[in-house]
């Protein structure tokens, strides 16, 4: 579930896209003016902002822009315009749109761009489909139903205990987890055991994920266990 700011002063539209968004699992809020919008970036935390406003209208991103920085990280912003507007999405871009569509809009096109812009720029989001649980994490697709893993649009080889552990470690990211942790939760082993299976399996499972430059790496704590230490804002 993703949590989305929603700026749509056209009111037919904007029940349309929280009709969508809700349908699809994900929180939102709505707003129809910049500077209501302005008072919930400040006050809370979002994972996106979808934004329909007249570009030309300089104010509007200025205060666009201050709510974002009271944000937690960088965020991503997806541009909703006119078909024969240009000039705004020039301008979307250039105050830092990441996306943008053109209306008239469809949920299918909204959902589907929404999923791409958090797997490209977000950390690791949980999104609900047909109550089947998918995690995205930059270029990783991590999905618990098929218990695949999918890295850059290539499906990865892992053995169903390496899919577990790696699933694992997506799912706490930046945690220091101990051996006997890992061998509890994903080998489902409470006594003591040689915790070398542990790191037989993280040491395949580094050269199977291809973690360079992924924004990701799994460290090794020093008597400790281990961490997948994520460079991504969360």
Known sequence: MLKIAVLESDRVLADDIMAWLGQAGHDFTCCSEPDELL?????QSFDMLLLDCGCHQQRSFDLIEQGLALQEGRIPLLFIS???AESEIIHAL???ADDYMVKP????ELLNRIHVLVHRLGGCSQIDDQAESILYCGPFIIDRGQRLINRNDEVLVLTEKDFSLAEYLFSHPNQLLSRHRLLSEVWGVSQQVNTRTVDMHISRLRKTLQLE???YEIQTVHQHGYRLQSSRDE
Do not use: R, Y
């Open 94 to 96: 250039k105050h830092g």
């Open 82 to 84: 006119q078909s024969d």
């Open 39 to 43: 008072a919930c970036l400040a006050a």
């Open 105 to 108: 809009i469809s949920a299918d």
């Open 213 to 215: 430059d992924s924004g």
